[in-house]
């Protein structure tokens, strides 16, 4: 008899070897001048180098990192794309993503390298104010999506909206 459960549900595969240890995984491949993908933000929990041009990355429950994807062909550059994500808890609904396994909590998806030059500087803007992007404020990270998407430029992440997001994550518990 076959069964033909996905893997998740019949046990055994990648996916229940994941549920083990609780962490998101990012595969990251660096292949110069074709393809690139790498995190620009984020406390890694385990890194595992599989090659020469690829590794694992993974992240604990509630992490929030930046995944930056780029590839190009002989033409020119084919994807340019940067995703803040969180990740999440087992249990926990999920969006899926490329190279990421099993998914996570997407807060900013950004296409076109224009577009994630413009990530990139609201990120340094943020390590500016004397705060680590991974701290941030989730809801900022979806404001900047939301300001780039409708081609306005985000407000800047200060000290004082740092504090406030302190605040209310301690009074929610």
């Not at 933000?41 to 992240?59: E, K």
């Not at 994807?69 to 002989?74: E, Y």
Request: glycine letters at 8%; aromatic letters at 8%; charged letters at 25%.
């Amino acid at each position: 008899m076959i069964d033909d459960r996905p893997p998740a549900v019949r046990g055994g595969g990648a996916f229940s070897a994941l549920a083990r240890d609780g962490l998101t995984h990012v595969e990251l491949t660096w292949i110069e001048k074709k393809l690139e993908h790498w995190i620009r933000f984020g406390r890694v929990a385990q890194d595992r180098i599989l090659t020469r041009r690829t590794r694992v990355v993974g992240f604990r429950p509630g992490a929030v990192f930046a995944f930056v994807r780029w590839a190009s062909n002989d033409f020119g550059t084919i994807v340019s794309r940067i995703d803040v994500v969180r990740a999440v808890a087992a249990n926990e609904p999920y969006t899926t993503l490329p190279f990421v396994r099993p998914g996570g909590d997407i807060l900013l998806k950004i296409e076109g390298w224009p577009k994630v030059q413009q990530v990139l500087a609201a990120i340094d803007a943020v390590e500016a104010a004397g705060v680590d992007p991974c701290d941030a404020a989730p809801d900022h990270w979806r404001h900047v999506h939301n300001r780039i998407a409708a081609g306005h430029q985000p407000r800047l992440y200060t000290v004082e909206r740092h504090s406030a997001w302190l605040k209310r994550r301690e009074i929610e518990g």
